[in-house]
């Protein structure tokens, strides 16, 4: 049986990136902001300072296990359950990857951090970076995204465009939508403003398409997406999933295959993502759920946590 991975999941398929294999670097929803729609729920630790969350050896470890087994990919993603950028080890980590794989490096990010030097001197080892952007204005960043206190929306425009100064790989820069939120002609064409400013590579168009951290947030219609993406100009792909699979009752079937796998016996992620053919992130969002409904618990066991469903329920 294969050695459980306590860093590495996938690799999966993704939309914006193809064939990847995921490395988790920060603790559960760790993070720097506590989005209104983040599908992993609610943020548990906000904050800005960066620390050593992971062992970076345990983590090249696992990669050389699974260089080793005949990986294929097409980017190995930095990315995960919480901001990335927290972790203080991440430049080290990049390093060491490239040392053992020509395979490239992408970083999932919401660029918050990017203000600060040491921040964008370990992105800019990466060879693709893909932060967000999701207002126009600092009332809008402050309701969409709920930043830590010491956060801004212009230090983040900011720290974006010193970023594209001094980064020579490409950036892909995310924009999410909500309707009745950052949708109507001013914000739009304040997020344009912004892009302009940043200079991205591209700029990928998502909404609401899975469950999200607060109730009632409402996605748009993939007409909609597609109408601003012309706004915003020739850069602007829309990357929303709107297949079938992706809506509601799927949604509750998922989160019943999870249950109906912890009634036989406990699980980590890494065992629900690998027997369900989901990513790490999709198991997160289930387990969310489960959690909400009370009807699971949670245990550590050698550094990994295993789920189970809860006794006389």
Same mark, same amino acid.
């Given at each position: 049986?294969? @050695? @459980?991975?306590?860093?590495?999941?996938? &690799?999966? &398929? $993704?939309r914006r990136l193809g064939r990847s294999l995921g490395i988790d670097i920060v603790p559960f929803k760790v993070c720097t902001l506590d989005c209104v729609y983040c599908q992993l729920g609610k943020t548990t630790e906000k904050t800005l300072q960066r620390k050593d969350y992971v062992p970076v050896e345990a983590v090249l470890a696992e990669l050389k296990d699974k260089l080793a087994d005949g990986l294929e990919?097409?980017?190995i993603t930095i990315s995960g359950s919480g901001e990335p950028t927290l972790n203080s080890r991440l430049g080290e980590l990049i390093e060491g990857i490239k040392k053992i794989t020509d395979i490239p490096v992408a970083i999932l990010t919401n660029g918050t951090l990017l203000y600060k030097?040491?921040?964008?001197?370990?992105?800019a080892k990466a060879d693709v970076v893909l932060p967000s952007l999701d207002a126009g204005d600092e009332q809008i960043y402050q309701r969409i995204n709920r &930043?830590? $206190?010491? %956060? $801004? %929306? @212009?230090k983040l425009i900011s720290g974006l465009c010193a970023f594209r100064n001094e980064f020579a790989g490409r950036i892909? %820069? @995310?924009?999410?939508f909500i309707e009745g939120f950052n949708t109507d002609n001013e914000q739009i064409a304040k997020i344009k403003d912004a892009i302009d400013r940043i200079r991205p590579d591209k700029v990928q168009l998502n909404t609401a398409v899975r469950p999200t951290a607060e109730p009632g947030i409402k996605s748009l219609s993939a007409e909609k997406l597609q109408a601003i993406a012309e706004e915003l100009g020739e850069k602007c792909e829309v990357i929303a999933d709107f297949s &079938?699979?992706?809506?509601?009752g799927n949604i509750e079937g998922k989160a019943e295959d999870v249950l109906s796998m912890l009634k036989r016996r406990p699980c980590s992620l890494s065992d629900i993502s690998s027997s369900l053919g989901i990513s790490r992130n999709e198991a997160l969002k289930y387990?969310?759920? %489960?959690?909400?409904?009370?009807?699971?618990? $949670?245990?550590?066991?050698?550094?990994?946590?295993?789920?189970?469903?809860?006794?006389?329920?």
């Open positions: 049986m294969a @050695e @459980e991975k306590k860093y590495l999941y996938g &690799p999966v &398929p $993704s990919a097409d980017f030097q040491d921040v964008r001197a370990d992105c &930043p830590h $206190s010491g %956060l $801004s %929306l @212009e892909w %820069l @995310e924009v999410f &079938p699979a992706r809506h509601g387990i969310a759920i %489960l959690r909400q409904q009370g009807v699971i618990d $949670s245990r550590k066991k050698d550094g990994v946590i295993f789920f189970s469903k809860r006794t006389g329920r």
